[in-house]
């Protein structure tokens, strides 16, 4: 009975054995043609996968240490046009938003009433100066009559006092006069300083109150204009030591995304105490606004300039990585292999930054990629920006027109490499067996049909719809180049296919 038992399971593992190799040779063809698959199954490449990685070169140039923060535009005077008599507006002698001088006229009001009033008091002026100079005469009729004794002491002395009260008239009228004319002059609104005038707040033919809450109009001086804002409290000491030796500390207002510099200043002073709640002081910086890109109340990105690091080495922000080194970065070998470096980061300035460590200017080091990097592994360096790299220029429609085109090939061949695949898991496992193989070895699946591979000598069918250019570019290639240009086109379909949904 034991020996029948162990006869029948003999017999069954020999008879399943095939379609299990058959199965793994088709789950191995699948794998291998999955995008981004590798003949070692890993996700992101094998131990001999090529990365692209977009690289540049460090240099040395000047950084500059910088310190951002936000700011608020404010004016550097603000004034609000009250009139200082009541009366009606009759004339506004300004436009909307231009630039006033002060001293300039801006409105005029009804001036009859104060004209009136400045003739009653020349009048009353007039009066009682003839009146002064009749009683001056007396006086002087007088003391000759005293001195021959024609007339009391008594009498000269009246006549004196009432030349002093006619005096005292004569000023009070004088005052009268230059108050009437002061009035008269305040019926002409000019402007109290330079800078740009606001919306009119009163229209013509409106009474004008000294009391209106708005006045006629705001003047804003615009020409310098301010920006007010707070450092961390460490940066004091090196801001002052600028300020007394009298140089220039660098100020540049962004717009709030930081995109567009508005303008470039330099800073004026700073507030007399540091702020405890914050640990940070007020800076005031000047900007000459000779072009009013600024405005005030405006909030803006701000970037202050403390010093300026002369001729170090500098890489592209993006290559500086932070791992269980420390910060490092990946350099490109001649080998087209790649290596780390550790490096002491220092100062950013347009996203370049200071480095410290053995790097040498010239290298390059990866700036994008380098989430698939380790040491040793090989790359391939292709152009930074999208733009630039092979086959950009291609007519994105080629794929949806049939495959014409360069990104038509590529899309022709993804989809012949594809089909082999899935054909040769499809039919059984001797051709699945060989398919898998093939691609392990990576080289592109042929379908069943034809059963060849260029590794062999023998032109895959599927290569038959590609432009010859394309053809011959592939059966040049190594079998791991045209399994990785196969996966890049791949890739692309699946992009262009995505973005048509």
């Not at 535009?73 to 603000?78: F, K, P």
């Not at 000269?156 to 004088?174: K, M």
């Not at 292999?337 to 490096?343: D, L, M, W």
């Amino acid at each position: 009975m034991l020996l029948a038992l162990a006869g029948g399971g003999g017999l069954w593992w020999w008879k399943a054995r095939p379609a299990e190799a058959g199965a793994g040779a088709a789950s191995a063809a699948s794998a291998a043609s999955a995008p981004g698959s590798t003949p070692g199954g890993r996700r992101f490449g094998g131990a001999s996968a090529v990365q692209p990685v977009s690289v540049q070169a460090a240099r040395r140039q000047d950084i500059r240490v910088t310190v951002n923060a936000i700011g608020s535009i404010a004016a550097l005077n603000t004034a609000i046009v009250h009139v200082q008599v009541s009366g009606v507006l009759q004339r506004l002698d300004f436009k909307e938003g231009q630039q006033v001088k002060a001293g300039q006229l801006i409105a005029q009001l009804d001036p009859r009433a104060f004209q009136a009033a400045l003739a009653q008091a020349e009048g009353a002026l007039a009066r009682d100066k003839a009146q002064l100079d009749g009683a001056r005469v007396d006086l002087a009729r007088y003391r000759e009559l005293l001195a021959k004794d024609g007339i009391a002491k008594q009498q000269l002395d009246t006549q004196v006092a009432l030349v002093g009260q006619l005096e005292g008239t004569v000023r009070v009228d004088q005052a009268a006069v230059d108050s009437a004319r002061l009035q008269l002059s305040y019926a002409r609104v000019v402007a109290p300083i330079s800078g740009r005038v606001g919306l009119k707040q009163l229209d013509l033919g409106n009474v004008a109150q000294p009391s209106d809450a708005n006045g006629i109009v705001t003047i804003t001086q615009t020409r310098p204009i301010a920006l007010v804002f707070a450092v961390p409290s460490v940066n004091v000491p090196l801001i002052n030591a600028r300020l007394r030796a009298n140089q220039p500390l660098q100020v540049e207002a962004w717009d709030r995304g930081g995109t567009t510099r508005l303008a470039v200043g330099r800073v004026a002073t700073t507030d007399n105490a540091i702020d405890p709640s914050t640990d940070t002081i007020k800076v005031k910086a000047l900007f000459a606004n000779d072009d009013d890109a600024l405005f005030p109340n405006q909030a803006v990105s701000v970037t202050l300039q403390t010093d300026t690091l002369a001729d170090v080495l500098a890489v592209p922000q993006a290559a500086v990585l932070r791992g269980a080194q420390g910060f490092y970065v990946y350099v490109v070998n001649a080998d087209n292999t790649v290596s780390t470096r550790v490096v002491k980061p220092g100062a950013v300035d347009a996203n370049w930054m200071a480095v410290e460590g053995a790097l040498q200017p010239g290298e390059k080091v990866v700036i994008d990629g380098t989430d698939r990097l380790r040491e040793g592994a090989k790359v391939e360096v292709i152009a930074a920006d999208p733009n630039n790299r092979a086959g950009a220029a291609a007519p994105p429609g080629g794929a949806r027109r049939g495959g014409r085109g360069a990104s038509g090939a590529a899309t022709a061949a993804a989809s012949g490499a594809a089909s082999g695949a899935r054909s040769a898991s499809a039919s059984g496992p001797t051709s699945g067996a060989t398919n898998a193989s093939a691609s392990a070895a990576g080289r592109p699946s042929a379908p069943a049909s034809t059963g060849a591979d260029s590794a062999g000598g023998e032109r895959p069918a599927w290569m038959d719809r590609l432009p010859p250019e394309v053809a011959d570019k592939l059966m040049k290639m190594s079998p791991d180049e045209r399994r990785e240009w196969i996966r890049k086109r791949r890739e692309e379909r699946a992009s262009q296919g995505e973005s048509r949904q």
